[in-house]
């Protein structure tokens, strides 16, 4: 209740430490940000400083590259070489799998964090039937897993680099598997070993992931990790994401799905949405999902009826063509309404509205005041004509 007497119009997002990843912070307040991964293989070494550059240049602001070999490790210092020498030092991220010890090492080097896989790191010799671990056995793996971990935690700690603690559903270890089952309370505890791990050297530059393909499993994830954390008196900021999200708009529909409830709960500072489709296609979907929710404002947000019966233009053609000839303006809101048969509040606090006044014929309102009425035919260029003499227009580039 006092949430909602409080209510500002705003997110309450979780409050947590600040991670650097080169000129990026993810966390401690800052605005939430958003990633991605090339698809190019990393031996490509003009293949992938192209790729990475094609992402960052469209607000791609942490690219991720895979890292499945030391071969691979070791050409990501002629990537970051180029990228400087040509572009610019864009915050990379290495994803490291399977007993990577080598590959994180090296590549710690030459990224600016490291992203490993809790259930991936030590191989667990499967155990015969379905035995139970004992409490020794347990605390065995986990000094096996600590004593792996350290040069790579304590390279990150000495070079300022940060690490995500990636934990998938689909790939818990075996001993989490036998433990917790395949559950959210597995890949929990799968990240709190790590995170204690991490603590006991004094490491603490972590960002936290809990991605699952099915959305509940996600976000009874992420919930239990910040009531553990909070439990714990542990700030870490955490990474958003639905896995195997598919493509075209179911796959997008599912991230949102999964992203931005979390998000709208005031967790995450950081996202990726994954779709079977080109790197590039992810973007403008984070910034769609931040948007929608006052995130982050990074285009022209259209506020536009849905029209009915009582509509007087065709909506669908003139929103276009508002939107065609004002998309570039970052910053305003503009409604686009059928009439206004429930006054300008319907345009919801927009700067300008263009509305259905009666036949043949718009009006053109600034906030809830209505300026002007013209004919329908000269409508969009009266709108131009409004925002530049507001002094808020400034021609595409
Ligand atoms: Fe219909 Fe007017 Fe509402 Fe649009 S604003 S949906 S035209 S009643």
New binding site residues.
């Given amino acids: 209740d006092a949430a909602i007497d409080q209510f500002d119009g705003t997110i309450r997002r979780r409050r947590t430490r600040s991670v650097c990843v080169g000129d990026v912070t993810i966390g401690g307040g800052n605005p939430v940000v958003v990633q991605s991964m090339i698809n190019e293989d990393t031996l490509d070494i003009d293949g992938s400083v192209a790729a990475i550059r094609r992402l960052h240049e469209i607000g791609c602001e942490i690219v991720r590259v895979t890292v499945p070999s030391l071969a691979h490790a070791k050409a990501l210092a002629a990537i970051r070489e180029k990228l400087i020498a040509t572009y610019s030092p864009v915050p990379l991220v290495a994803d490291v799998h399977h007993n990577g010890m080598k590959i994180a090492l090296e590549v710690a080097k030459h990224v600016d964090k490291v992203r490993i896989n809790p259930g991936l790191y030590l191989f667990e010799k499967p155990k015969s039937g379905r035995e139970e671990y004992t409490s020794a056995e347990f605390e065995d793996i986990g000094a096996q897993i600590r004593s792996t971990l350290e040069p790579l935690i304590v390279a990150l700690r000495d070079r300022g680099k940060a690490m995500r603690i990636g934990v998938n559903h689909g790939s818990l270890a075996e001993r989490m598997l036998f433990t917790y089952g395949d559950t959210p309370e597995g890949m929990v505890e799968s990240a709190l070993e790590f995170i204690r791990i991490c603590e006991s050297l004094d490491y603490h530059n972590l960002v936290i992931s809990l991605k699952a393909s099915r959305v509940p499993v996600m976000l009874a994830a992420y919930r239990l990790m910040v009531k553990r954390m909070d439990e714990l008196g542990m700030d870490y900021p955490l990474h958003l994401g639905v896995t195997e999200a598919g493509d075209g708009e179911y796959g997008r529909i599912k991230s949102t799905a999964g992203i931005a409830t979390l998000l709208a709960e005031g967790i995450g500072d950081t996202l990726r949405v994954s779709l079977t489709e080109a790197p590039e296609k992810e973007i403008p979907v984070c910034y769609g999902i931040l948007q929608a929710l006052g995130l982050r404002k990074t285009m022209v947000e259209y506020v536009a ?4 019966g ?2 007087l233009f065709n909506l669908e053609e003139v929103l276009h063509q508002v939107r065609s000839a004002t998309q570039h303006l970052t910053g305003l809101d503009i409604a686009v ?3 206004i ?2 006054g300008p509040g ?1 345009m919801a606090d927009a700067d300008y509205g263009y509305v ?1 006044k009666q036949p043949g014929y718009i009006s053109l309102y600034r906030g809830k005041e209505e300026i002007l009425k013209v004919p329908e035919a000269q409508g969009v260029e009266a709108l131009i004509e409004l925002i530049k003499s507001d002094g808020r227009w400034h021609d595409p580039e």
């Avoid at 009826?305 to 009915?308: A, G, I, L």
């Fill in positions: 009826c849905p029209s009915c009582r509509t309404m059928g009439c048969v429930n319907e259905g």
